[in-house]
């Protein structure tokens, strides 16, 4: 027994040692030495995905001149996050999202967040009609569609919605937003989710007609096609970055592994753009930049149940969001949802919450373990011990049977039934764990910007409502990273792509109409222009014909957006 003991302790001591060796090796990358008279780039883009379009888009706009590389690790771009069927689709406007409004203590409801997100969704809707009316962007109807928003709930909170209805109106960014108990009306809204529902089940429903349904994949292949046609952007594909290093000259050089041959290929850059969804903090690590220490990664995958059956399709012209469950995280949220995807319609239900080590869909089992090191490694650990909630819900989702997944899907489509409906499984997300000095490590949900002291190296992290609001996020890490040209030279063409720019939407009801009825018009949205006529494109009248059915608010096209001469 005592030699058993012996050799117990002996092994633990040795697990010990080389759990202490693994946390304590080196992540940063090596200098790489010999590239002295390498030309240098002025940005290298990390990832294939919107975050990067977007950037890319922005600089290509403000410095023309310009030298941007782009690296994908796929052999196409938009096939991670922002992939089509990888996401919800949601242009996140703060309409329907209810965990966007919180309750008070002193039981009133606060709308700063939601109008925050309202705001940013209004700053990309300024974005891609910019590029529609540029070319960089093509037809509106083949990366957004209008789709209304609305938030539904039953019996105890209804009067939280009602409230909530209250609070929003009072903004010009919720104004014309319709709440009902009306169950015959609902029912005109949203079909599905009412048709076999107990006729004594009390219920309401809040409506915005300008919401909308986003194909970001769709934005991120025709951004990045755009920027391709200058000689001054470079797009690499099976292309894997496996290094970030310093140079003397306070350049970085970026080492990139072809997928293919196997081959290390180097590019020397002023500065770099980490925009590898959840791959971007393992890759900040290999920057050694002090702030890069500061974070872990928390993975969490989503599972949705998908239709294309048109007996369901057509009689749901809607993203219909729930409250979530008692003790579930923000991104659990449940929603009925109508998608666009490349010209088809489907309805999708979710998400349901499910598990993997990996960092993207495409990535390895090893992807948490390997970003595990000795910065981070405890506040990992202290996070999971405070979240023990979370982690039994994740092991509760991730057991569901398709017939527990479809009684969840019953509480919003009573009529549903498992043989219309098949699993979807979406993006990996990576929530963040921050450990700041002298302050507890923290699970953080939402999206954060990543900006080195110098400017010279950004990344985005974290998960929704990230792609939807990526072009205010964008802005903002550019005010981080080039303060000095976003404040002069870049201001006048910023204002030009923005209109908004600097300004408060939530405070200047003018500002916000010329906006809302410029873009629109330009993206063929639903909204009506105060005192005047609602505007959408012609290139939209089967949604709008859609929307007429379900609204006592009828909606005229208005003449299309005439693209300027090539």
């Known amino acids: 027994m005592k030699k058993f003991l012996k050799f117990l302790i002996a092994f633990a001591l040795l697990l010990l040692i080389i759990l202490l060796a693994y946390l304590f090796r080196p992540v ?126 039953w019996e105890n909170e209804v009067d939280f919605l009602k409230k909530r209805h209250q609070a929003m109106i009072a903004s010009p960014l919720f104004e014309g937003m319709v709440y009902t108990e009306d169950k015959a009306e609902i029912e005109r809204w949203a ?184 910065d981070n490694a405890l506040p990992m650990a202290a996070v999971g011990l405070e979240n023990t909630d979370l982690v039994k819900y994740l092991v509760s989702q991730v057991m569901l049977t398709d017939e527990e997944r479809l009684k969840e899907l019953q509480k919003y489509y009573p009529n549903a039934k498992l043989e219309d409906w098949k699993a979807s499984q979406g993006g990996q997300r990576v929530q963040i764990i921050k450990k700041l000095p002298n302050e507890p490590a923290k699970l953080q949900f939402g999206t954060e910007i990543f900006a080195s002291e110098d400017g010279t190296v950004a990344a985005l992290l974290g998960a929704s409502p990230g792609a939807s609001t990526s072009p205010h996020i964008l802005l903002n890490l550019l005010e981080k990273s080039f303060p000095e040209q976003v404040a002069g030279k870049w201001h006048a063409k910023i204002k030009e792509i923005i209109p908004s720019y600097g300004e408060d939407l939530s405070k200047d009801a003018a500002l916000l109409d010329r906006v809302r009825t410029d873009t629109s018009r330009t993206l063929g949205l639903v909204y009506t222009p105060k005192n005047a006529a609602p505007v959408a494109t012609p290139a939209n009248e089967e949604n709008i014909k859609r929307l007429n059915e379900t609204s006592d608010e009828v909606v005229v096209p208005a003449p299309a957006v005439q693209k300027p001469a090539a």
């Open 28 to 153: 940063a990358s090596k200098q790489v030495s010999g590239l002295d008279e390498e030309p240098v780039v002025d940005v290298v883009l990390i990832g294939g995905g919107i975050m990067s379009a977007t950037l890319g888009t922005y600089l290509s706009e403000l410095e023309p001149d310009w030298q941007i590389r782009m690296f994908e690790r796929l052999d196409a771009v938009g096939q991670e996050s922002s992939y089509g069927f990888h996401n919800a689709g949601t242009g996140h406007s703060g309409f329907m999202e209810m965990n966007y409004t919180a309750v008070g203590d002193d039981g009133k409801i606060s709308i700063e967040r939601a109008e925050k997100i309202a705001s940013q969704f209004e700053v990309a809707k300024q974005f891609w009609a910019y590029q529609v009316k540029q070319g960089r962007l093509g037809e509106p109807k083949s990366f957004i569609n209008p789709v209304p928003h609305i938030a539904f709930v």
């Open 191 to 374: 079909p599905l989710v009412m048709q076999g529902r107990d006729a004594n089940q009390k219920v309401a429903a809040t409506r915005m007609d300008i919401g909308s349904d986003v194909n970001y994949g769709a934005i991120t292949t025709q951004l990045i096609d755009g920027l391709t046609k200058s000689d001054k952007f470079k797009l690499s594909v099976n292309a894997e970055v496996v290094g970030i290093s310093r140079n003397a000259d306070k350049t970085w050089t970026v080492s990139v592994k072809d997928t293919k041959t196997g081959q290390t290929s180097y590019t020397k850059t002023k500065f770099v753009f980490v925009g590898a969804g959840g791959a971007a903090i393992k890759l900040l690590q290999y920057t050694d930049l002090p702030e890069s220490k500061y974070y872990a990664g928390f993975p969490v995958g989503g599972l949705f149940l998908m239709t294309d059956n048109p007996a369901i399709t057509e009689q749901h012209t809607a993203k219909v969001y729930g409250k979530a469950e008692l003790g579930a995280p923000p991104m659990s949220v449940p929603h009925i949802d109508t998608r666009y995807i490349d010209g088809k319609k489907y309805v999708l239900f979710g998400p349901f919450a499910t598990y993997s080590n990996k960092f993207l869909k495409n990535g390895s089992q090893t992807d948490l373990l390997t970003s595990a090191t000795k």
